[in-house]
Nanobody, 121 residues
C-alpha cells in the first residue's frame, strides 16, 4: 500500500539543529496534508506542525519561530527543520500523511515508524 519512512533524528545539544525528512511511497495518486507529531514518554502524541498540499502551514505554540515545516510535492516528502532545540523537544517524532491512492478515492491517513530526537542540556 503506502509507506512513510522517516530519517534525520538523533542526539543534539540544546541550542542545536536537526532536520527530519519523511518520504511517502507505494500506491499514491496524490498526497493531501502532511504533518509531524511527537510523543514524549508519559505524554500523549501531539501535533508539532502541519502543511497542506497548497503549502499552508500551522505550528504548535511551543515550536513557533524555531521549527519550519516544508514539503516537496514531486518527491512526496515533508521536512521539519528544527532550530534552537530545547531538552523539552525530546520525543519520538512521527510523520503523518493523508494519501489518495486513486483519482476518485478519499484520503487515508498513514503514519511513519517514528524517529527519536534527544536534546541534551
Amino acid at each position: 500500500q503506502v509507506q512513510l519512512v522517516e530519517s534525520g533524528g538523533g542526539l543534539v545539544q540544546a541550542g542545536g539543529s536537526l532536520r527530519l525528512s519523511c518520504t511517502a511511497s507505494g500506491r499514491i495518486y496524490s498526497v493531501n496534508g502532511m504533518a509531524w507529531y511527537r510523543q514524549a514518554p508519559g505524554n500523549q502524541r501531539e501535533l508539532v506542525a502541519g502543511i497542506t498540499d497548497g503549502g499552508n502551514t500551522n505550528y504548535a505554540d511551543s515550536v513557533k519561530g524555531r521549527f519550519t515545516i516544508s514539503r516537496d510535492n514531486a518527491k512526496n516528502t515533508v521536512y521539519l527543520q528544527m532550530n534552537s532545540l530545547k531538552p523539552e523537544d525530546t520525543a519520538v517524532y512521527y510523520c503523518n500523511a493523508e494519501v489518495r491512492s486513486r483519482i476518485f478515492s478519499v484520503g487515508d491517513p498513514y503514519w511513519g515508524q517514528g524517529t527519536q530526537v534527544t536534546v541534551s542540556e
